[in-house]
């Protein structure tokens, strides 16, 4: 259900109910229309608008939760990619296959993660993002420093 359709529900149920008050009213007796009859509704209505409100907020709390470490996942694996190809460049020049193979890994898991064309976003464990990740990962295991400085 998409959100017009939610709403347009959440309006005709309030609509249908403000008609089906009109309604019972002409046919209440009159002393169930007193004043500790509308105390009590009142009392019901300002519970349920209270409850409403406290799981609204519950809600709002744990997508927000959801959101930041989400977040803080993405900055880090995005720290550590920087990271990683900053070493790659500094290991010297033989690694320009290995830094090529990490930017090819990369947009790959991009292209996973949010497609171009507004797809719905598929996991991370597809064939060619697992055939690109272990060449990456078998590169990197291969290297054989020559200098101090490599090792």
Known sequence: MNSLSIAGLVFASTFGGALLGIYLRRILPESHLG????DVVKMG???IATLSALVLGLLVASAKNSFDTQRSGFQQLSTNLIVLDR???FYGPETKEIREQLRHTVMLLLKHRWPADGSRATGLDGPEITESAGALYAAIRDLSPRTEAQK
């Open 35 to 38: 004043g500790e009859s509308k």
């Open 45 to 47: 209505t300002g519970l």
């Open 87 to 89: 070493s790659l460049k």
